[in-house]
């Protein structure tokens, strides 16, 4: 059985161990947008990067419902899991799927309907708003390739296994670097078929995450008991998952208020912030990787009531992500900048694209320790079941992007856009560490 328990061993080699794995497989899924970013603005010029780039907000809208959504069921099964109830995590596995094929009629519907008239809503100028509605269209009915594959590897990871979803989000993206030229060139397909080649190897993707359950996994065997549909479990996950998607779609909304006032700078603040952003959440990944971690580890020890490990747990994952944060956010100051360049090539356009890029690597390296104390304690909470300070400080992060959207973006221009997201930890950050602290006192005294 390829699943690992994370209650016993010492805390620190454990995170880390399974964290490493987390951290390529995370930087992969990163590594999606990176490579359409760079794709489509290598081999379709500025304005198909800035449609692209324009599309991010809306993207992170759906994706981070999503993901937070998939990981809070997966909780569930990770809390059965160190509880040792095998019937549990069957049961929870049919009831997350169950739910996953109602989310995603809802997203392809709803998404599809509504996208162009939210690209018009947020303002996206004229010339690049037929390409940006190409790209989100395509992304939106393809959703079922998102969300099962998240689902997947959701559930392999709080069950202990944390190397697999890396080898599988590893081959989907190769094939999605394949797949992409030949649709943009070969096909001559555009940000269109850049957005197609991102739906079929992401479908590849969860065809081998199923056949590797089918063949690894035998406590995700289900049966058929456990597809009958139980309303008191499933609300008992969506009272989880919710809270976690509607977390990100929350910050994902203080995202899209921030791209309404980028549209008005111009695509050349459009396609800076674009690709410095991709470049920055991939530097991210690590601090992600380190908090998907304690999610994992929480849960299984919640359900093991191990409390007292759950706080060595956290106390050596700060230190090793803290430190990591320094490294990559020094690096990203420092290099950064180069790997924007791969994504405009030369010219003026380009050099004024990373010109501005620079700024917002520059505020947001330095305040990557902040993002990395977020992820952490935001997982922690949510391992352990406590989805409401986490809720809360999505808000806060909304309606700091909103602040630097309305407040600064008018006074200092794309500068101010920069500032955004340090603001957006600083004000997630203070309330987590306050959530905890009740929290602990709660559990472990």
Not at 253 to 260: P, R
Not at 265 to 290: C, D, H, N, R, W
Request: net charge positive; hydrophobic share 55%.
């Amino acid at each position: 059985m390829a699943v690992k328990k994370l209650t016993e061993g010492d805390p620190q080699k454990l995170i880390f161990a399974f964290t490493i794995p987390l951290i390529l497989g995370n930087v992969f899924q990163q590594l999606y947008a990176f490579v359409d970013t760079f794709m489509v603005g290598r081999f379709l010029g500025v304005k198909a990067l800035a449609a692209v780039g324009s599309t991010g907000a809306l993207m992170f809208l759906v994706w981070g419902f999503i993901g937070g959504f998939t990981t809070g069921l997966s909780i569930c099964a990770g809390q059965r899991f160190g509880a040792r109830d095998r019937s549990g995590v069957r049961k929870s596995a049919a009831t997350s799927v169950w739910i996953c094929v109602a989310l995603t009629l809802v997203v392809s519907i709803v998404g599809y309907v509504t996208c162009r008239d939210l690209l018009i809503f947020m303002e996206t100028p004229a010339e690049i708003l037929e390409g940006a509605y190409d790209f989100i269209s395509v992304v939106y009915v393809g959703s079922f390739a998102f969300i099962f594959l998240q689902l997947q590897t959701n559930l392999m990871r709080a069950l202990g296994d944390s190397k697999t979803p890396t080898y599988i989000l590893a081959i989907s993206l190769t094939l999605n670097i394949i797949f992409e030229p030949i649709a943009i060139i070969v096909l001559d397909g555009g940000i269109f078929g850049a957005a197609l080649a991102i739906v079929v190897a992401q479908t590849i993707g969860n065809l081998l995450a199923a056949f590797y359950i089918n063949k690894k996994i035998s406590v995700l065997h289900t049966r058929y008991v456990d597809w009958k549909i139980d309303w008191g479990i499933m609300w008992e996950h969506l009272k989880l998952a919710l809270p976690m998607g509607f977390q990100l779609s929350i910050i994902a909304v203080g995202a899209v208020i921030l791209q309404i006032a980028l549209n008005n700078l111009g695509p050349i603040a459009i396609a800076a912030y674009a690709a410095a952003q991709k470049v920055e959440t991939v530097a991210a990944m690590p601090m992600m990787s380190f908090g998907i971690a304690m999610a994992a580890y929480t849960a299984q020890n919640y359900g093991a009531k191990n409390y007292d490990r759950i706080h060595d747990g956290i106390v050596a994952c700060v230190k090793m992500s803290v430190s990591f944060a320094i490294i990559v956010g020094i690096t990203l100051i420092l290099f950064g900048h180069y790997l924007i360049e791969l994504f405009v090539g030369e010219g003026f356009q380009a050099a004024e694209v990373v010109e501005s890029g620079k700024i917002y690597l520059l505020t947001n390296g330095a305040s990557l320790w902040l993002l990395s104390l977020m992820f952490i304690f935001r997982n922690v909470l949510q391992g352990l079941g406590k989805a409401m300070a986490p809720t809360i400080t999505g808000v806060i992060e909304l309606f700091m992007r909103a602040a630097a959207a309305i407040l600064l973006i008018p006074l200092f221009g794309f500068t101010g856009a920069c500032f955004a997201n340090p603001l957006a930890w600083i004000g997630a950050v203070i309330p987590l560490l306050i959530a905890y602290y009740y929290v602990k006192k709660r559990l472990f005294y």
